[in-house]
């Protein structure tokens, strides 16, 4: 029988034409894909039908399978018999994506397995709105930070360090948290005139984009009912992003 093989790749932030070359040539060899909640359908039909298809995506309070451990598990079982398997993830599959967790148990059961890298939505998505995440004149530096962290993690997120530390923050998964998120910047230094950008459901067509500061943010966010996926920027940088807006048009 032949070797199985598990290739861990990054599908990119949600726009399909941002899937590597490397990545549709795997996805079209494969045997078995298993893939995420926020993966482009397009990638998905345009594979030959032969392939086995596998959800197990997460959103808050609804899993498709019960518990991460599922998951090595069902790579490893179709890797032991021989087939080419595709872990298919939102974004970059190391960052924040849980790719190095299932790397780990892929390497524990002695199951070969490569990482194909892909677009991380943190860099993407604001390049989408218009908003470059450094500029010459505005920003030398970028924190790239969950909002939304495993509780039995001993060392958190120290927002109020993070205030001044860096010239532009970028929060993954930190809709449900954004008050907390924001109060604790203006505790740590951070002027609540700061521009901010919340870009929801970035490089799509249903990309919205709400600005305003570290002070009306939260108010916004109710007022537009504002959900996940979204990623928000904080940052002088944000005041560009009327001026370099191009994806609408």
């Given amino acids: 029988m032949k070797k199985g093989k598990v290739y861990l790749i990054g599908a990119g932030p949600g726009d399909p034409g941002l899937l590597t070359?490397?990545?549709?040539?795997?996805l079209a060899r494969a045997d078995v894909i298993v893939y995420d909640r926020l993966i482009a359908r397009q990638i998905l039909r345009g594979l030959p039908k032969r392939i086995?298809?596998?959800?197990?995506?997460?959103?808050s309070g609804n899993h498709s399978i019960p518990g991460?451990?599922?998951?090595?598990?069902?790579?490893v079982t179709n890797a032991e018999k021989g087939r080419l398997v595709v872990r298919l993830k939102g974004g970059d599959p190391f960052l924040f994506g849980r790719g190095g967790e299932e790397v780990q148990k892929l390497r524990e059961a002695g199951v070969d397995f490569e990482v194909v890298p892909g677009i991380t939505s943190a860099l993407?998505?604001?390049?989408?709105?218009?908003?470059p995440v450094t500029h010459r004149k505005y920003a030398s530096s970028v924190a790239i930070v969950t909002g939304h962290?495993?509780?039995s993690k001993s060392k958190r997120v120290d927002w109020k360090k993070l205030a001044t530390a860096v010239d532009t923050i970028i929060i993954l998964m930190g809709i449900h948290n954004l008050q907390a998120i924001l109060q604790s910047l203006v505790e740590g230094g951070c002027n609540a005139e700061t521009p901010v950008a919340i870009v929801e459901r970035g490089t799509t067509k249903h990309q919205r984009v709400t600005v305003g500061t570290v002070r009306t943010m939260t108010?916004?966010?109710v007022e537009r009912r504002i959900e996940p996926p979204a990623i928000i920027v904080v940052g002088d940088v944000v005041n560009l992003?009327?001026?370099l807006s191009w994806f609408k048009s």
């Fill in 68 to 75: 991460q451990d599922a998951i090595p598990r069902i790579l």
């Fill in 241 to 243: 992003q009327k001026e």
């Fill in 52 to 59: 086995v298809k596998v959800y197990v995506g997460k959103r």
């Fill in 21 to 26: 070359t490397k990545a549709r040539e795997i």
């Fill in 124 to 131: 993407a998505v604001p390049a989408y709105a218009g908003i």
């Fill in 219 to 221: 108010v916004q966010a």
């Fill in 149 to 151: 962290e495993d509780p």
